[in-house]
């Protein structure tokens, strides 16, 4: 898992898609990263569906806050184990939940 749709992994940082165009940022640079699932609920013809919206969120040394969207839970986990593995002093989650959330499958705060 080097590239997804809008995130790819290079040699000494992390390119995602911002709009129209790619974005780097170096692995020193990311302070924290953490998963986000945000439930997305629709009418649809035969009743009311929910589905989850899973983002890996990345901060860097400015504050900036990134969101990358990720197809699943999965995906995200993996990341965030990439990132860390790249960066062993980026904070991995949020609170008292750091470093929690590459194992566990609960929902950030975001």
């Not at 035969?46 to 400015?62: M, S």
């Not at 990358?68 to 062993?88: A, C, M, S």
Request: hydrophobic letters at 35%; glycine letters at 8%.
């Amino acid at each position: 898992m080097d590239k997804l749709k809008n995130l790819e992994f290079k040699a000494n940082g992390l390119a995602y898609k911002k709009w129209m165009k790619w974005v780097e940022i170096p692995y020193t640079d990311l302070v924290q990263a953490y998963r986000q699932v945000e439930e997305a609920k629709a009418n649809i013809c035969c009743g009311r569906a929910v589905f989850e919206i899973h983002r890996v969120i990345l901060v860097g040394q400015d504050g900036e806050k990134i969101a990358v969207e990720v197809p699943d839970r999965e995906t995200g986990v993996e990341i965030l184990k990439r990132l860390e593995k790249e960066n062993p002093r980026i904070k991995i989650g949020t609170g008292k939940k750091a470093k929690d959330q590459t194992a566990g499958g609960e929902k950030s705060e975001s």
